[in-house]
């Protein structure tokens, strides 16, 4: 049986390796804090359409959405990771 962290390091590589989201993509089109928004979309009982973060791929919303809860606390897990990921990135790349 895998643990909490190890699903959600799976989750976060599947993030980079298996969808292409590179960190620098999160940095450019998630300023507006959409990586959060969508981490607490996934906490709720039920997540709908009109939780979507802005400028997100409404299929893949979709997909995500409709996965169990267990799945979703996985997926808020390793969104909060990529936004780490964004603000790591963009603090050392501002210099």
Aim: without cysteine; hydrophobic residues 40%.
């Amino acid at each position: 049986m895998k643990t909490g962290i190890e699903l959600i390091f799976q989750e976060r590589r599947e993030q980079l390796e298996k969808h292409k989201i590179s960190i620098q993509s999160d940095a450019y089109y998630n300023r507006f804090s959409q990586l959060v928004d969508a981490a607490g979309a996934m906490l709720l009982k039920k997540p709908t359409m009109k939780d979507i973060p802005s400028n997100w791929d409404e299929s893949q919303w979709l997909k995500m959405i409709q996965k169990p809860y267990r799945e979703r606390l996985i997926i808020s897990a390793a969104l909060i990771a990529a936004e780490l990921d964004r603000e790591l990135y963009e603090e050392n790349n501002s210099l």
